[in-house]
């Protein structure tokens, strides 16, 4: 079992920045992909950022590629989320996910976090 605990979420302003992190507890290890997906009301969950075990190979939406990075401490067990420019359409519970492998698809994930709310006010 792996246990994912998300924070940093909150309510900032349009322009403004936040920095995400996932803390993973449990049989972990550092040969599995993490990702964080985002929902917002009344749609479904969609990709954001993912990023491979050995090697840090990151993949990113289309809709947040330049504005958010990925990153991962493999000793900590720890992935960021640090997001810049935020818009009003980034507001959404921002979730982890832990997975055998990096993937943009919600089925390549065993574990998820609880979720952190991001609100970008216009």
């Known amino acids: 079992q792996v246990q994912l605990v998300e924070s940093g979420g909150g309510l900032v302003q349009a322009g403004a920045s936040l920095r995400l992190s996932c803390a993973a507890s449990?049989?972990?290890?550092?040969?599995?992909?993490m990702g964080w997906f985002r929902q917002a009301p009344g749609k479904e969950r969609e990709f954001v950022a993912t990023i491979s075990g050995i090697g840090g190979t990151t993949s990113y939406s289309d809709s947040v590629r330049g504005r958010i990075t990925i990153s991962r401490d493999y000793l900590k067990n720890t992935v960021w989320l640090q997001m810049n420019s935020l818009k009003p359409e980034d507001t959404a519970v921002y979730y982890c996910?832990?997975?055998?492998?990096?993937?943009?698809?919600?089925?390549?994930?065993?574990?998820w976090g609880q979720g952190t709310q991001v609100t970008v006010s216009s």
């Open positions: 996910g832990w997975g055998a492998a990096m993937s943009t698809r919600r089925p390549g994930y065993d574990y």
């Open positions: 449990g049989r972990t290890s550092r040969t599995y992909g």
